[in-house]
Protein backbone atom coordinates (compact mmCIF):
# COMPACT_ATOMS: atom_id res chain seq x y z
CA UNK A 1 0.00 0.00 0.00
CA UNK A 2 0.56 3.54 -0.59
CA UNK A 3 1.29 5.36 2.84
CA UNK A 4 3.24 8.63 4.31
CA UNK A 5 3.73 9.26 7.53
CA UNK A 6 4.55 12.85 9.31
CA UNK A 7 4.30 13.39 13.15
CA UNK A 8 0.92 14.41 14.10
CA UNK A 9 1.59 17.45 16.50
CA UNK A 10 5.26 19.60 16.80
CA UNK A 11 4.66 22.23 19.32
CA UNK A 12 7.76 25.13 18.98
CA UNK A 13 8.28 28.72 20.26
CA UNK A 14 7.62 31.95 18.79
CA UNK A 15 10.91 33.26 17.15
CA UNK A 16 12.01 29.29 16.97
CA UNK A 17 13.09 26.72 14.03
CA UNK A 18 10.66 23.75 13.51
CA UNK A 19 11.64 20.67 11.50
CA UNK A 20 8.52 18.92 9.99
CA UNK A 21 9.56 15.22 8.88
CA UNK A 22 7.66 13.24 6.18
CA UNK A 23 8.86 9.90 4.77
CA UNK A 24 6.67 7.72 2.41
CA UNK A 25 6.34 4.35 0.73
CA UNK A 26 4.62 4.66 -2.58
CA UNK A 27 4.10 2.99 -6.30
CA UNK A 28 6.40 5.48 -8.19
CA UNK A 29 7.07 9.14 -6.65
CA UNK A 30 7.20 12.15 -9.20
CA UNK A 31 7.96 14.86 -6.22
CA UNK A 32 6.88 15.80 -2.50
CA UNK A 33 4.67 18.73 -1.81
CA UNK A 34 3.89 20.81 1.09
CA UNK A 35 0.99 22.30 2.02
CA UNK A 36 -0.32 24.59 4.45
CA UNK A 37 -4.01 24.63 5.84
CA UNK A 38 -5.42 27.27 8.51
CA UNK A 39 -8.13 25.61 11.05
CA UNK A 40 -11.21 26.04 8.82
CA UNK A 41 -9.43 27.03 5.78
CA UNK A 42 -8.14 25.42 2.37
CA UNK A 43 -5.10 24.25 1.84
CA UNK A 44 -2.26 26.11 -0.07
CA UNK A 45 0.85 25.54 -1.70
CA UNK A 46 4.27 26.12 0.41
CA UNK A 47 6.77 24.67 -1.63
CA UNK A 48 7.90 21.75 -3.96
CA UNK A 49 10.91 19.43 -4.43
CA UNK A 50 11.49 17.07 -7.32
CA UNK A 51 14.72 16.35 -6.63
CA UNK A 52 16.75 15.81 -4.41
CA UNK A 53 18.15 18.56 -1.84
CA UNK A 54 17.00 21.90 -0.38
CA UNK A 55 14.78 24.66 -2.02
CA UNK A 56 14.30 27.61 0.22
CA UNK A 57 11.29 30.09 -0.08
CA UNK A 58 11.47 32.88 2.27
CA UNK A 59 11.57 31.50 6.24
CA UNK A 60 10.20 27.79 4.82
CA UNK A 61 12.80 25.44 3.01
CA UNK A 62 12.13 22.11 2.05
CA UNK A 63 14.13 19.04 1.61
CA UNK A 64 14.36 15.41 0.17
CA UNK A 65 16.32 12.76 -0.25
CA UNK A 66 14.99 10.06 -2.53
CA UNK A 67 17.43 7.71 -1.59
CA UNK A 68 15.93 7.59 1.94
CA UNK A 69 12.26 8.47 0.79
CA UNK A 70 11.86 11.04 3.21
CA UNK A 71 11.65 14.84 3.73
CA UNK A 72 11.40 17.54 5.86
CA UNK A 73 9.75 20.70 6.20
CA UNK A 74 12.33 23.60 7.74
CA UNK A 75 10.08 27.01 9.47
CA UNK A 76 12.07 29.52 10.69
CA UNK A 77 11.32 32.46 12.50
CA UNK A 78 8.15 31.30 13.49
CA UNK A 79 5.42 33.41 13.66
CA UNK A 80 2.25 33.16 15.85
CA UNK A 81 0.36 33.33 12.27
CA UNK A 82 2.20 29.68 11.29
CA UNK A 83 -0.23 28.22 13.44
CA UNK A 84 -1.37 25.23 11.35
CA UNK A 85 -1.85 22.37 9.97
CA UNK A 86 0.92 20.98 7.30
CA UNK A 87 1.07 18.70 4.63
CA UNK A 88 3.06 16.67 3.05
CA UNK A 89 1.78 14.47 -0.39
CA UNK A 90 3.83 12.66 -2.84
CA UNK A 91 2.75 12.27 -6.30
CA UNK A 92 2.50 8.64 -7.24
CA UNK A 93 3.33 6.40 -10.45
CA UNK A 94 -0.55 7.57 -11.75
CA UNK A 95 0.51 10.45 -10.72
CA UNK A 96 -1.74 12.02 -8.57
CA UNK A 97 -1.23 13.27 -5.19
CA UNK A 98 -1.22 11.40 -2.39
CA UNK A 99 -1.59 12.72 1.16
CA UNK A 100 0.01 12.82 4.52
CA UNK A 101 -2.70 13.09 7.67
CA UNK A 102 -1.02 16.35 8.19
CA UNK A 103 1.33 17.72 11.24
CA UNK A 104 -0.22 20.20 13.55
CA UNK A 105 2.10 22.87 14.51
CA UNK A 106 1.35 24.58 17.94
CA UNK A 107 3.72 27.97 18.30
CA UNK A 108 3.23 29.39 21.82
CA UNK A 109 4.32 32.88 22.40
CA UNK B 1 -9.56 36.70 -10.43
CA UNK B 2 -11.83 34.76 -8.08
CA UNK B 3 -9.95 31.96 -8.20
CA UNK B 4 -11.70 28.63 -7.53
CA UNK B 5 -15.02 28.83 -6.21
CA UNK B 6 -17.15 25.96 -4.47
CA UNK B 7 -20.86 26.29 -3.57
CA UNK B 8 -22.43 25.96 -1.06
CA UNK B 9 -20.29 26.14 2.10
CA UNK B 10 -22.66 23.71 4.47
CA UNK B 11 -25.17 21.42 3.51
CA UNK B 12 -27.50 19.09 5.46
CA UNK B 13 -28.36 15.86 3.93
CA UNK B 14 -30.47 13.26 5.02
CA UNK B 15 -29.42 9.77 3.90
CA UNK B 16 -30.58 8.67 0.34
CA UNK B 17 -30.94 12.57 -0.77
CA UNK B 18 -28.88 13.54 -3.82
CA UNK B 19 -27.39 16.90 -3.93
CA UNK B 20 -24.44 18.67 -6.46
CA UNK B 21 -21.69 20.58 -5.42
CA UNK B 22 -20.75 23.22 -7.40
CA UNK B 23 -16.65 24.05 -8.56
CA UNK B 24 -15.72 26.57 -10.96
CA UNK B 25 -12.62 28.27 -11.31
CA UNK B 26 -11.52 31.75 -13.85
CA UNK B 27 -7.75 31.12 -14.33
CA UNK B 28 -8.49 28.88 -17.60
CA UNK B 29 -7.05 25.76 -15.45
CA UNK B 30 -7.09 22.21 -17.30
CA UNK B 31 -7.07 20.07 -14.24
CA UNK B 32 -9.26 20.01 -11.96
CA UNK B 33 -10.15 17.64 -9.09
CA UNK B 34 -12.13 17.01 -6.10
CA UNK B 35 -11.06 15.92 -2.77
CA UNK B 36 -12.78 14.85 0.59
CA UNK B 37 -10.89 15.48 3.88
CA UNK B 38 -11.90 13.61 6.90
CA UNK B 39 -11.14 14.96 10.58
CA UNK B 40 -7.37 13.91 11.82
CA UNK B 41 -6.53 12.68 8.16
CA UNK B 42 -4.91 13.97 4.73
CA UNK B 43 -7.29 15.01 1.69
CA UNK B 44 -8.33 11.75 -0.48
CA UNK B 45 -9.07 11.99 -4.32
CA UNK B 46 -11.99 11.27 -5.26
CA UNK B 47 -12.48 12.21 -9.16
CA UNK B 48 -9.99 14.56 -11.28
CA UNK B 49 -10.86 16.07 -14.82
CA UNK B 50 -7.47 16.58 -17.14
CA UNK B 51 -9.89 18.85 -19.53
CA UNK B 52 -13.13 19.48 -20.83
CA UNK B 53 -15.04 16.20 -21.84
CA UNK B 54 -12.20 14.04 -19.64
CA UNK B 55 -12.67 12.63 -16.42
CA UNK B 56 -11.37 9.97 -14.24
CA UNK B 57 -11.44 7.80 -11.00
CA UNK B 58 -9.38 9.12 -7.86
CA UNK B 59 -9.11 6.83 -4.48
CA UNK B 60 -12.22 7.36 -3.57
CA UNK B 61 -14.61 7.52 -6.55
CA UNK B 62 -17.68 5.31 -5.01
CA UNK B 63 -20.91 7.58 -4.57
CA UNK B 64 -19.98 10.11 -6.61
CA UNK B 65 -20.45 11.22 -9.64
CA UNK B 66 -18.28 14.02 -12.01
CA UNK B 67 -19.10 15.63 -15.21
CA UNK B 68 -16.78 18.74 -16.78
CA UNK B 69 -18.60 19.88 -19.90
CA UNK B 70 -16.38 22.98 -19.96
CA UNK B 71 -13.40 24.38 -18.63
CA UNK B 72 -14.67 26.12 -15.94
CA UNK B 73 -16.70 24.47 -13.93
CA UNK B 74 -16.07 20.34 -12.52
CA UNK B 75 -19.40 19.99 -10.40
CA UNK B 76 -19.34 16.37 -7.91
CA UNK B 77 -22.62 15.07 -7.48
CA UNK B 78 -23.64 12.67 -4.87
CA UNK B 79 -26.13 10.15 -5.95
CA UNK B 80 -27.69 8.56 -2.56
CA UNK B 81 -25.96 10.61 0.44
CA UNK B 82 -24.85 8.44 3.25
CA UNK B 83 -23.29 9.26 6.65
CA UNK B 84 -20.27 7.93 5.63
CA UNK B 85 -19.99 10.50 3.03
CA UNK B 86 -20.22 13.38 5.95
CA UNK B 87 -16.86 15.30 4.99
CA UNK B 88 -15.00 18.52 4.02
CA UNK B 89 -15.10 18.63 0.22
CA UNK B 90 -12.17 20.77 -1.67
CA UNK B 91 -12.11 21.17 -5.30
CA UNK B 92 -8.96 22.13 -6.44
CA UNK B 93 -7.19 23.35 -10.13
CA UNK B 94 -4.17 23.62 -11.83
CA UNK B 95 -2.12 24.48 -15.09
CA UNK B 96 -1.79 20.74 -15.66
CA UNK B 97 -2.25 17.18 -14.01
CA UNK B 98 1.46 17.62 -13.38
CA UNK B 99 1.77 21.34 -12.42
CA UNK B 100 2.59 21.12 -8.85
CA UNK B 101 0.87 24.05 -7.37
CA UNK B 102 -2.75 23.62 -6.44
CA UNK B 103 -5.13 26.09 -6.01
CA UNK B 104 -8.19 25.14 -3.71
CA UNK B 105 -11.73 26.25 -2.90
CA UNK B 106 -12.99 27.18 0.00
CA UNK B 107 -14.80 23.79 0.54
CA UNK B 108 -17.89 22.81 1.37
CA UNK B 109 -19.25 21.26 4.48
CA UNK B 110 -21.38 18.23 4.65
CA UNK B 111 -22.87 16.36 7.13
CA UNK B 112 -25.41 13.74 6.27
CA UNK B 113 -27.38 12.61 9.03
Known amino acids: GQSLEQPSEVTAVEGAIVQINCTYQTSGFYGLSWYQQHDGGAPTFLSY??LDGLEETGRFSSFLSRSDSYGYLLLQELQMKDSASYFC??????????WGAGTKLIIKP | NAGVTQTPKFQVLKTGQSMTLQCAQDMNHEYMSWYRQDPGMGLRLIHY???????DQGEVPNGYNVSRSTTEDFPLRLLSAAPSQTSVYFCASSYGQGTETQYFGPGTRLLVL
Open chain 1, 49 to 50: NG
Open chain 1, 89 to 98: AVRDSNYQLI
Open chain 2, 49 to 55: SVGAGIT
